[in-house]
Nanobody, 123 residues
Framework: QVQLAESGGGLVQAGGSLRLSCAAS????????MGWFRRAPGKEREFVAT????????RYVDSVKGRFTISRDNAKNTVYLQMNSLKPEDTAVYYC????????????????WGQGTQVTVSS
């Protein structure tokens, strides 16, 4: 029942950086694993990164390893995605979501999704 709002997207040239934010409402934010997902034009939504409720453990899709960093600040009820060395293939709408359970076991589906934030990387 946590409400999420993504922000921080924009237009950037290849090799540039962006920092996405996902602000969550509610005082139980720290009880949830969090994840970033993205949907590129003509493709289905895919997992990008996850982080445990404590922030201790993270997981990334192979295509972004070494370039993206997920983090969270539970005091601010916010999760971040620092994206460096961006590539045109990273162009997508980025979404965040949460679940009760392991950061390493992404639910097969979610009850809802927010509007996401658009990331466009030019060549």
């Amino acid at each position: 029942q946590v409400q999420l709002a993504e922000s921080g997207g924009g237009l950037v040239q290849a090799g540039g950086s962006l920092r996405l934010s996902c602000a969550a409402s509610g005082r139980t934010f720290s009880s949830y694993s969090m994840g970033w997902f993205r949907r590129a034009p003509g493709k289905e939504r895919e997992f990008v990164a996850t982080i445990s409720w404590s922030g201790t453990f993270t997981r990334y899709v192979d295509s972004v390893k070494g370039r993206f960093t997920i983090s969270r600040d539970n005091a601010k009820n916010t999760v971040y995605l620092q994206m460096n060395s961006l590539k045109p293939e990273d162009t997508a709408v980025y979404y965040c979501n949460n679940w009760e359970g392991s950061y390493n076991v992404i639910p097969p589906r979610f009850a809802s999704w927010g509007q996401g934030t658009q990331v466009t990387v030019s060549s």
